[in-house]
C-alpha cells in the first residue's frame, strides 16, 4: 500500500470527506500536540499548577485559588486558542483552495481588515458590548467580501484579480481604521488599538462559549462544500465537468470563509498570518496534491496554540498573541514570496 496515496472517505450524514492516510496521521499527531500544549497551558504561568493539582481541578476534587486560575482563566484561553485557530487554518484553506494562490489569505486580501473595521464602528461610534461587536464584525466581513468579489468578478472570479482587488480594499480599509482611532476618545482608542493587536487576554467562557459554537456550525458547513472545493482545485472547466455549480458554490465558500474569520476576529480581535501559513504547512506536511480543510484547521490550531504559548512565557513581558504571529508570519511570507518568484522565474 503507497502510505501516501491511500485515502479513506470519513461520512457524517450527508458530508463526506476524503482524506488520505498520511494526512490522517498528521492530523492526529497534531491533535495529540494540541493536548499536551493544552495540558501546559493550564498548568504553566505564574501561578504554577503541577499535574497531580490539575488532575484533581479537572475532576472537581481541588476548591482552592487553583481552580479558579485553571478553570476560569486559563481554561478559556486554552480553549480558544485552538478553535481560533482552526478557524483561521480553515478559513486560509477556502481562499487558497478557491484561488490556487498560496497567498490568498483573509488577513492578505482584506476580509480580517472588514470584520475589524466592523468592529471598530461599534466600538467607538456606537459604544456596543460583545454581542454588538460580534455582529460588527460579521457585517463588516462579509460587507467586504461583497465589495471585493463584486469589483473582481468579469464572467467569474480568478485568483489574481482577487488577490490584487483585495489587497486595494484592505489598504483603503487600514486607512479607514486609523483613522477611526484617531478620532475615538484616547481610553476608547487605547483599547481598541490593543484588541486590534490580537489577544486572548482577558478571554471569558461566555466569548469563547459564543465563538466556538458560531465556529463549529461554520465548520459543518464549510466540510459539507469541501468536496467542490477540491473539484474546482483542478480548474473550472473539470470542476464543471464534473458537475459542480461553480458560482453558487464559489460564493458558499466565500461566505463560510469570512464568517470563520469574522468569529475570531470578534471575539480576540484580527490574528494575523495564521490564516495564511497554515494551509501550506499542512500541505506541506500531509503530502497532499491540493489545500485540504481538516489537515489545515489542525495546523492553525496547533499553531497558534504555541505562538500564544510564547506570547506568555518565552518573552521578557507578556503580549498580544497577534504580535507573535506577525512577527513569525512576517517571515513566513518573505520566504513564500521569494519561493515563488524562484518557482516562476
Given amino acids: 500500500m503507497d502510505f501516501g496515496r491511500s485515502q479513506h472517505v470519513l461520512r457524517w450524514g450527508g ?51 487553583a481552580r479558579t486560575v485553571v478553570t476560569e482563566w486559563r481554561a478559556p484561553r486554552a480553549l480558544a486558542a485552538i478553535v481560533f485557530g482552526a478557524a483561521l487554518g480553515m478559513s486560509g484553506a477556502v481562499f487558497q483552495g478557491l484561488t490556487n494562490n498560496p497567498l490568498a489569505s483573509p488577513d492578505v486580501i482584506g476580509f480580517a481588515a472588514g470584520s475589524y473595521t466592523g468592529a471598530l464602528i461599534v466600538i467607538i461610534v456606537l459604544g456596543g458590548g460583545y454581542a454588538s461587536v460580534a455582529s460588527g464584525a460579521l457585517l463588516g466581513g462579509l ?74 456550525v461554520l465548520f459543518v458547513g464549510t466540510c459539507a462544500l469541501g ?23 464559489r460564493l458558499g465558500l466565500v461566505l463560510t470563509g469570512v464568517a470563520l474569520t469574522a468569529a475570531v476576529t470578534a471575539a480576540a480581535g484580527p490574528i494575523a498570518f495564521v490564516a495564511l501559513a497554515a494551509p501550506q504547512i499542512a500541505r506541506r506536511i500531509a503530502r497532499t496534491p491540493g489545500i485540504t480543510l481538516v489537515p489545515a484547521a489542525c495546523t492553525g490550531a496547533a499553531l497558534l496554540l504555541a505562538a500564544d504559548a510564547v506570547a506568555q512565557h518565552a518573552l521578557p513581558s507578556p503580549l498580544p498573541v497577534g504580535v507573535v504571529t506577525v512577527v513569525i508570519g512576517g517571515g513566513y511570507l518573505i520566504w513564500l514570496l521569494i519561493h515563488e518568484m524562484r518557482r516562476h522565474a
Fill in 15 to 65: 458530508i463526506s470527506l476524503r482524506i488520505s492516510s498520511r494526512a490522517a496521521v498528521v492530523c492526529a499527531v497534531l491533535v495529540v500536540l494540541c493536548a499536551i500544549g493544552a495540558v501546559a497551558a493550564l498548568a504553566l504561568g505564574s501561578y504554577a499548577v503541577s499535574l497531580p493539582q490539575l488532575v484533581d481541578v479537572l475532576r472537581g476534587a481541588d476548591d482552592s485559588f
Fill in 143 to 216: 460587507a467586504t467580501a461583497t465589495m471585493v468579489y463584486l469589483l473582481a468578478y468579469r464572467g467569474g472570479i480568478t485568483g489574481f484579480r482577487l488577490i490584487i482587488v483585495g489587497i486595494g480594499v484592505a489598504a483603503m480599509l487600514g486607512s479607514v481604521n486609523t483613522w477611526l482611532l484617531l478620532r475615538a476618545d484616547l481610553e476608547v482608542a487605547m483599547s481598541a488599538a490593543t484588541w486590534g493587536a490580537g489577544s486572548l487576554n482577558g478571554i471569558t467562557w461566555e466569548q469563547t462559549g459564543v465563538a466556538t459554537g458560531f465556529i463549529l
Fill in 227 to 249: 468536496s467542490s472545493l477540491r473539484q474546482m482545485q483542478l480548474g473550472d472547466d473539470a470542476a464543471r465537468a464534473l458537475g459542480v455549480r461553480l458560482e453558487p458554490s
